[in-house]
């Protein structure tokens, strides 16, 4: 097992709760989610919860909780950050206001597909708040999206948790590299789901 697999079965029967909700945090809050294995986390407590280690209520409570404040501060957080952008002056400046207009157009069209599945997509998942809070979506249109994503989120690595009990190896491999490979299909899948729609409605425009 990789060294930051074995250090959170370590922590998790120390600080349980306390650790999921400050890892769910800090994995959408800001670009600190790049290294942050809140989904790890989960699913390793939820096979210790399994083996009787620590209570599995507190702890999905913790993760859900740390996860919808991480997400609505990167929305806030990309919602200030992006207006000062765009307000500002330098090469940053343009290329943020010329990648607004598309910015927007994929979160208000497709908040699905960017909110929703977006929060299920390892790295994807760490940047999503912050983009749609900088693509002008009202807040109470991500929030909707975002707790369906989050619920979502916690059912997967809580069924990975399940699914390999005690097996720490099988669930490392699951999160990791089947974490990774659902961040390329899914980015494809969007992509392709995009230029369709988008090639769709320009033709719809066409005289």
């Known amino acids: 097992m990789d060294p930051i697999g074995a250090y959170l079965l370590q ?7 306390w650790l999921l909700f400050g890892l769910a945090v800090l994995e959408t809050c800001f670009i600190t989610g790049l290294v942050v294995p809140s989904g790890m986390a989960t699913s390793f407590a939820t096979a210790l919860a399994v083996e009787g280690g620590v209570e599995l209520g507190p702890m999905l409570v913790a993760a859900a ?3 919808a404040l991480g997400d609505t501060a990167g929305y806030w957080i990309g919602r200030k950050w992006g207006l000062r952008l765009m307000e500002g002056r330098g090469r940053l400046a343009r290329v943020t206001r010329a990648r607004h207009a598309r910015l927007a157009e994929f979160f208000g069209r497709h908040p699905v597909y960017s909110v929703s ?12 708040p912050m983009a749609a ?6 807040y109470r249109t991500f929030l909707f999206y975002e707790l369906f994503g989050l619920v979502s989120w916690l059912t997967l690595y809580t069924g990975i948790g399940l699914l390999a009990g005690e097996n720490w190896e099988v669930v490392a491999r699951w999160v990791g590299a089947g974490g990774a490979a659902l961040f390329v299909v899914g980015g494809m899948v969007l992509w392709i ?11 719809g425009r066409r005289p």
């Open 11 to 17: 922590l998790l029967p120390l600080y349980g709760p």
């Open 65 to 67: 909780a740390g996860g």
């Open 117 to 128: 599945v977006g929060r299920l997509i390892s790295f994807a998942r760490t940047v999503m």
């Open 193 to 203: 789901v995009w230029q369709a729609r988008r090639a769709r409605s320009l033709r």
């Open 133 to 138: 809070g900088m693509s002008g979506l009202s």
